[in-house]
T-cell receptor
């Protein structure tokens, strides 16, 4: 089986502070990919960042970085210098060959609210 | 810009009246997906196409069908919508995996309401 766990249903963060959204995963396959998506209240799912299981370095994309700790099976998303526009639902997801190369398994999400 | 476009953005239909949601893409991606997302839940995969190869999820109700007439378009048909089918429906696309897992690119979604 593969599973994503996001233990923070909601978070409130002051604008301009950094925020870490937690994600742990469970998979028996050595090859997998981890993704973070942002979903604003308007509904679209926006791809943020990707980490492959064999990647040696943590992924970064602008203000987003992924704290990948393979031994702990953790892939936390770090948003630096948070902005009001970061308020949204954030989903962590995993894909691996055992469940079809293309199938994403999502966590339950974390609702992030940035406070002015 | 290349993108995934879903029409309509909002759809209202009557209980039991068939409805079709559409998705088009200009990314020329091989794979297209349909997800159902209910309020405060994660998206749930209904089915996906790998080129013309249709892959249905085991727990997708028979009430849900899909068509992919060409690379660019994919349709979701709900034959007899029930109140429980009210949800956001998300279309997504991705490329072939070529040495690395490819992200899925989502449309803006169609919010379906059932009267």
């Amino acid at each position: 089986a593969q599973k994503i766990t996001q233990t923070q249903p909601g978070m409130f963060v002051q604008e301009k502070e950094a925020v870490t959204l937690d994600c742990t995963y469970d998979t028996s396959d050595p090859s997998y990919g981890l993704f973070w998506y942002k979903q604003p209240s308007s509904g679209e799912m926006i791809f943020l960042i990707y980490q492959g299981s064999y990647d040696q370095q943590n992924a970064t994309e602008g203000r987003y970085s992924l704290n990948f700790q393979k031994a702990r099976k953790s892939a936390n998303l770090v948003i630096s210098a948070s902005q009001l526009g970061d308020s949204a639902m954030y989903f962590c997801a995993i894909v691996n060959p055992n469940f079809g190369n293309e199938k994403l398994t999502f966590g339950t999400g974390t609702r992030l609210t940035i406070i002015p | 810009d290349a993108m995934v476009i879903q029409n309509p953005r909002y759809q209202v239909t009557q209980f039991g009246k068939p409805v079709t949601l559409s998705c088009s893409q200009t990314l020329n991606h091989n794979v297209m997906y349909w997800y159902q997302q209910k309020s405060s839940q994660a998206p749930k995969l209904l089915f996906h196409y790998y080129d013309k190869d249709f892959n249905n999820e085991a727990d997708t109700p028979d009430n849900f069908q899909s068509r992919r007439p060409n690379t660019s378009f994919c349709f979701l048909d709900i034959r007899s919508p029930g109140l429980g089918d009210a949800a956001m429906y998300l279309c997504a696309t991705s490329r072939d995996r070529q040495g690395t897992y490819q992200p899925q690119h989502f449309g803006d979604g169609t919010r379906l309401s059932i009267l």
